[in-house]
T-cell receptor, first 110, second 110 residues
C-alpha cells in the first residue's frame, strides 16, 4: 500500500489569501487525483494528473505533478469561502484501486 | 448527470444486527468500491469489485462482506454490527481514472 502524506493537515486563512497544499510519497505514481469533500458529502473529483511536471488549472486552482511523479501540489489563488472543505489526494494502484491521503482541512474565513 | 446513490444517509443500528448498505450507479462502470472514513485515518478500502460476482478484499475487510449480483449494484454487509464499525461509509465507482462517490452513509452502532 502506498503511503501518501498531505500537509498541512489543517489550514485556516482569510478570504482573498493564496494557499498551497502538498501531497508527498516515497513511491512513484502512475497517476494522481485531487478531490474536494464538503461536510456530510462524498469526495468530488477535481483533477487527474498523469505526466511528470504536468500543470493543470481549474479556475483559481492550479495542480502540479512533480517531475519524478512522487509528489503533487494544489495552489488556490484568492481563496473564497466556497473553497472551504477537505482536500484529498489519491494515487492509483492496480484494478483502478486508489489509496487516499488523510487530507488537508481548509477553512476560509470571510 | 452521472450518479452514485447510497440508499441511506443516516443509519442507527444495534450491536449484533446484520446491516446492509446499498449502492447503485448509473454509469455502467465496471469497478465499484466501498470505503470507510474516520477522523485521523482517512479513507480506508474495505472491498472492491471489478466485475459482476467478482470481489476483492481491500485493506480492512474483517467484519464485512459484499455482494455484486448486478453491474450497477454493490452491497456492503456487516454480518454482526459492532460499535467499532460506527463510521462514514462511502461507495464509489470508476471506469478509468478517478472515482465518482456517493454522498455517504453515516452509520452509528449502539
Amino acid at each position: 500500500t502506498q503511503l501518501l502524506e498531505q500537509s498541512p493537515q489543517f489550514l485556516s486563512i482569510q478570504e482573498g489569501e493564496n494557499l498551497t497544499v502538498y501531497c508527498n510519497s516515497s513511491s512513484v505514481f502512475s497517476s494522481l487525483q485531487w478531490y474536494r469533500q464538503e461536510p456530510g458529502e462524498g469526495p468530488v473529483l477535481l483533477v487527474t494528473v498523469v505526466t511528470g511536471g504536468e500543470v493543470k488549472k481549474l479556475k483559481r486552482l492550479t495542480f502540479q505533478f512533480g517531475d519524478a511523479r512522487k509528489d503533487s501540489s494544489l495552489h488556490i489563488t484568492a481563496a473564497q469561502t466556497g473553497d472551504t472543505g477537505l482536500y484529498l489526494c489519491a494515487a492509483s494502484g492496480g484494478y483502478q484501486k486508489v489509496t487516499f491521503g488523510i487530507g488537508t482541512k481548509l477553512q476560509v474565513i470571510p | 448527470d452521472v450518479k452514485v446513490t447510497q440508499s441511506s444517509r443516516y443509519l442507527v443500528k444495534r450491536t449484533g444486527e446484520k446491516v446492509f448498505l446499498e449502492c447503485v450507479q448509473d454509469m455502467d462502470h465496471e469497478n465499484m468500491f466501498w470505503y470507510r472514513q474516520d477522523p485521523g485515518l482517512g479513507l480506508r478500502l474495505i472491498y472492491f469489485s471489478y466485475d459482476v460476482k467478482m470481489k476483492e478484499k481491500g485493506d480492512i475487510p474483517e467484519g464485512y462482506s459484499v455482494s455484486r449480483e448486478k453491474k450497477e449494484r454493490f452491497s456492503l454487509i456487516l454480518e454482526s454490527a459492532s460499535t467499532n464499525q460506527t463510521s462514514m461509509y462511502l461507495c464509489a465507482s470508476s471506469l478509468l481514472g478517478g472515482y465518482t462517490f456517493g454522498s455517504g452513509t453515516r452509520l452509528t452502532v449502539v
